[in-house]
């Protein structure tokens, strides 16, 4: 009889629409942006959880919908005199509402999955509790939007609901981690743990995963939440809703002091199988790590290119190739930590952009100036380079391709004048100084003394 109920439900309440205006949301908002996470499977559990920031306030809005039935068809004194206990009538009801809701979630993130499966090559298993927190979420906004259409039955309590949920998923932790004024201004807040009770999630580097505890505490007190909701919708006296808040409470009392401070930050941590090198020996050895392992055959031709014009004019030229394994500055828990130094043997290169299909974009023949300016880099740790520092390693990469500088987009003409004018007053030296200069500047820059760089390819003057 519940499941023939439940089937009845499906077909004719609400419930339904509800979850393909899900569908459609979520799948347009992942679709836009594969980008982001394609052949990547964390970062697609990370992108599905930020579709909540949109999805959440639909199934408040919805669940309102759905709630305020009983008082639209005006059979609300009806119902209240018959002997059967209100919360029979509206389990499968909710039911419905959870079944869509939690479908539309899942089915969108397998459409997604699309995207990641083909050029994948790790999965790290946090990625199934990190996507199932979003489950209880959708719950919980559901049916806490139907108590709230059953206790407001009017026809503004919906848009009012997704309003009010967009301003406090989305808007809420942008406001509480917005910079300081006075004193403090470019400083920002540190975020507090409650910040984590939201559990939409964005700004997650490639080598990171959200703490399992964090993903367990958050469903503990989603799960309560939706109980919460639950039993709101089934209370008819004063002390059923006093009793129907317990859960709620009793899932933040326990969440609360465990959840970490500072928000994404502090939740998240380095997956150490994430990082580890994968690597292509035919020849000069090139490195990418494993999360990235797709985009190994794409680097590798740049990458063997940039190092054989290093060996033939730069002394000491470093004889392999490696994808950086640090997270990026803005997504460490401690931005000023310095990471490890890199061997003078080897060049460390940043992640090429990553295109639609989880391959390496590498359009725009920016990545082997890139390459070749990694010969004057070290991981120092830091957030930003001096732009005399960036100049300089332009001049000396173009001193390896033998060729001007090539013209930056937006750069000003007369920025660019400047940079031409260094590379020919390095190329006019004699070949011994070239190299000689070139070598010094190169062991500065491994001892992050980027000074030496700039002393040596001086690019201010006229």
């Known amino acids: 009889m519940t499941g023939r109920i439940l089937r009845i439900e499906l077909r004719r309440s609400a419930a339904l629409g509800v979850g393909l205006l899900l569908l459609v949301t979520g799948a347009a908002l992942l679709l836009s942006s594969t980008q982001f996470f394609a052949g990547r499977w964390m970062q697609l559990a990370v992108i599905a959880r930020s579709t909540l920031i949109m999805l959440l306030p639909l199934a408040l809005a919805g669940g309102a919908w759905q709630g305020r039935?009983?008082?639209?068809?005006?059979?609300?004194?009806?119902?209240?005199?018959?002997?059967?206990?209100?919360?029979?009538?509206?389990?499968?009801?909710?039911?419905?509402?959870?079944?869509?809701?939690?479908?539309?979630?899942?089915?969108?993130?397998?459409?997604?999955?699309?995207?990641?499966?083909?050029?994948?090559?790790?999965?790290?298993?946090?990625?199934?509790?990190?996507?199932?927190?979003?489950?209880?979420?959708?719950?919980?906004?559901?049916?806490?939007?139907?108590?709230?259409?059953?206790?407001?039955?009017?026809?503004?309590?919906?848009?009012?609901?997704?309003?009010?949920?967009?301003?406090?998923?989305?808007?809420?932790?942008?406001?509480?981690?917005?910079?300081?004024?006075?004193?403090?201004?470019?400083?920002?807040?540190?975020?507090?743990?409650?910040?984590?009770?939201?559990?939409?999630?964005?700004g997650l580097d490639d080598f990171q995963t959200i703490a399992t505890r964090v993903s367990l505490l958050q469903?503990?007190?989603?799960?309560?939440?939706?109980?919460?909701?639950?039993?709101?919708?089934?209370?008819?006296?004063?002390?059923?809703?006093?009793?129907?808040?317990?859960?709620?409470?009793?899932?933040?009392?326990?969440?609360?002091?465990?959840?970490?401070?500072?928000?994404?930050r502090g939740a998240a941590v380095v997956d150490p199988v994430a990082v580890e090198l994968v690597c292509d020996n035919d020849g000069p050895q090139v490195c990418v790590t494993r999360t990235h392992a797709a985009l190994l055959p794409d680097v590798v031709g740049p990458a063997r290119q940039a190092l054989a014009m290093m060996a033939a004019k730069l002394p000491n030229a470093p004889i392999r190739a490696v994808q950086t394994q640090q997270v990026t500055y803005w997504a460490r828990p401690d931005p000023e930590a310095i990471p490890a130094r890199h061997s003078a043997d080897t060049i460390v290169f940043d992640t090429p952009t990553i295109n639609r299909v989880g391959r390496a974009d590498l359009s725009g023949d920016y990545f082997l100036p890139a390459l070749l300016e990694a010969a004057w880099r070290q991981e120092c740790g830091g957030q930003s380079v001096r732009g005399d520092v960036y100049e300089a390693r332009m001049v000396a990469a173009a001193w390896l391709t033998g060729r001007p500088p090539a013209p930056q987009p937006g750069w000003p003409t007369s920025e660019m004048a400047q940079l031409v004018s260094a590379y020919q007053a390095l190329v006019n030296l004699p070949e011994v100084e070239q190299r000689r200069r070139m070598a010094a500047a190169r062991e500065g820059a491994l001892a992050c003394r980027d000074d030496e760089l700039v002393a040596n390819v001086p690019t201010g003057q006229p």
């Open 69 to 202: 039935r009983d008082a639209r068809c005006r059979v609300n004194e009806l119902f209240a005199s018959t002997v059967r206990p209100r919360w029979q009538r509206v389990v499968p009801t909710a039911s419905a509402l959870a079944v869509t809701v939690v479908a539309a979630y899942v089915v969108v993130f397998l459409v997604a999955a699309g995207w990641v499966v083909p050029t994948a090559g790790y999965f790290p298993s946090a990625t199934i509790v990190v996507t199932a927190v979003g489950v209880p979420a959708l719950i919980a906004a559901g049916w806490l939007g139907m108590a709230a259409g059953r206790a407001v039955p009017r026809v503004i309590t919906a848009p009012v609901l997704a309003v009010l949920g967009f301003v406090l998923v989305a808007l809420v932790p942008e406001w509480i981690t917005a910079p300081a004024t006075g004193a403090e201004i470019g400083q920002f807040r540190p975020e507090p743990a409650g910040v984590l009770l939201l559990p939409a999630f964005t």
């Open 219 to 264: 469903a503990l007190w989603l799960v309560s939440l939706a109980a919460t909701g639950l039993l709101l919708l089934g209370a008819v006296r004063r002390r059923a809703v006093a009793f129907a808040v317990l859960p709620a409470l009793l899932g933040v009392a326990v969440a609360l002091p465990l959840l970490p401070v500072g928000g994404a």
